[in-house]
């Protein structure tokens, strides 16, 4: 399992950063590349998706582990 963690300080209310961080599903706002994404399941803090990525739409599934924000 590849594990990637980033961190950057921004000048902003940490409602609102986390309010546009926290939805997923608008990733390919963002995210140059990717076409659209599809929940598969929720449980717990854990997110199943498969995503439309590339000139080719191929498909990925990703496991994403939530973190609560204090």
Not at 18 to 28: L, R
């Amino acid at each position: 399992m590849i594990e990637i963690n980033i961190s950057r300080e921004i000048s902003a209310p940490l409602n609102q950063v986390w309010d546009i961080i926290s939805n997923m599903d608008s990733e390919p706002r963002y995210w140059r590349g990717l076409h659209a994404i599809y929940g598969v399941r929720k449980k717990g803090n854990v997110i199943e998706r498969e995503i439309k990525v590339g000139f080719r739409d191929l498909k990925v599934s990703e496991e994403i582990l939530r973190s609560n924000i204090h």
